[in-house]
């Protein structure tokens, strides 16, 4: 596979593309009168370009990732992304967006949400001032979401599992984690009660037949990534092996599937599937290795290793897919890409 740096240039002008395309734009939000037909960047002035709302925000954090990659500290695109970044992610424009979220409690949630919250953690871990700037600004869109989240989990009777934008579990991973970061020990006491009410019980994934032709997400695998993240070592040797018992090289789960058209925003999201796929395989085969090694469990070892042989079929198509003239892939795709290269 190519060095994951390698990547790092021609995903940055992807991403400094995408933030400044404005349409075409998918706005998905209930209009309560004829007050809310208007253009998209009234009400969403920092992220209302890359396609839709929850494809701009990570975009901007894809960039920020990018920035701060050692290859790119002195690119010479790294100027005008640092401005473009800043006139968007300026103080005005997060409270606007902020008090947007509040306002629609239900909207972009739960992915949205989460790439909101992992904006704000790279901005306040990157080594750049310039960067950790902005994170200034953009703490007000973080906390906003963290209040929702509060209120939202208690309300909510079962976990949604699909593979698309509603999976609860893939977005639950990534706002623990920019909770403990922020140490908002509310929230990440909320999501952790959350998610052993949900998850807690479950066994033996049917990964044969978890998958539809829209998916850009396992919802088996993003379970058992959240799974990974909060239980203690010694619940999750108990839980891991058991929720991926049928899971195996040969598995429909961990086979790309091909992409007969690549103009369908919906079929397009399985380059993605590859992605997160390969990606998910990569955080969790060490657990299942570590938990292997203690047991002495070769079956569970074989079982770790012959998952990580899929991670590069897997990821190959989504990442052409990634730097690609169809817009319908190249508007998110890249996100997903350098996730799991830079595992």
Known sequence: MTPPKQFVHPFAEVALANITREYPFAAHHTAHSLADIVPAVEKNPAFANSYDWHSSVHMHYLLVSLLDTEAERAASWRTEAVEVLAAHLSEDNMLAEADFLRSNPSWERPYGWAWAIELNRVLHASDSPELQGLGK?????????????????????????????????????RILVGARAEERHDVVD???????????????????????????????????????????????????PVFLADLTPES???????????TDGQQSHLYGLGLSVAASLMRLAPKLEQTARHTGNDDLMAQAKGMLTRVEVLMAPGLEAAVSDEYMSSHWLATFAWEALDL
């Open 190 to 240: 909320a999501i952790a009660g959350a998610t052993r009410r949900f998850y807690a019980e479950d066994r033996t994934w049917n990964f044969h037949q978890e998958r539809s032709g829209h998916d850009f997400l396992s919802p088996g695998l993003c379970e058992a990534d959240l799974m990974a993240e909060l239980l203690t070592d010694d619940e999750l040797a108990t839980w891991l």
């Open 137 to 173: 600004n953009t703490q007000v869109l973080a906390d906003a979401v963290f209040e929702l989240v509060l209120e939202w989990l208690p309300k909510v009777a079962e976990p949604v599992r699909h593979g698309v934008h509603s999976n609860t579990a893939f977005a639950l991973r």
């Open 252 to 262: 429909p789960a961990l086979t790309p599937v091909e992409v007969l058209d690549p």
